[in-house]
């Protein structure tokens, strides 16, 4: 399976990429994980035309990178999406295998949030939580999170 992560931002702090790095080498032997970092778009003000100037700007660059297809399913992150346990989103993407899906792409915006068309050519807008986190912390749960759904799915022993 081919998974992939299209996010806004880099991870700049060292002790960041390095968690990253972590669990996209333990990924290696599930999956082939590709991570695609878009730039940030500046703030030029603080209006909220200014807001959605960027929030439109991240989207463009987000959607150019989609290439949605037969075989692809995109997942949003997105505050108000769906819940899954670390058992549900196993099963989840067991299920996307099974149904032909070899590519799912997993979407983290900017600080401001996703566009509406990226939201609306999403198959899912998952949520891990009300909690407000820093895209690079999220980015980090996120692999962590894909690593153990792979675990679980592998019966092996890590989800506790």
Known sequence: MNIEIICVGKLKEKYWQDAADEYIKRLGRFARLTV?????????????ADEAAVIKAEGESILAKLQPG????????????????????????????????????FVIGGSL?????????????????????????????????????????????YHK
């Open 36 to 48: 695609t970092e878009l730039p940030e778009e500046r703030l030029r003000g603080s209006s909220p």
């Open 70 to 105: 037969p075989q692809s399913f995109i997942i949003a992150l997105a505050v108000n999406g769906k819940r899954l346990t670390s058992e549900g989103l196993a099963e989840k993407i067991s299920g996307l295998g099974l149904e032909g899906k070899s590519r799912v792409v």
């Open 113 to 157: 949030g996703l566009s509406e068309d990226v939201l609306a050519a999403a198959d899912l807008k998952l949520s891990f939580s009300d909690f407000t986190f820093p895209h690079q912390l999220m980015r980090v749960i996120l692999l962590e999170q894909i690593y153990r759904a792979f675990k679980i799915n592998a019966g092996e022993t």
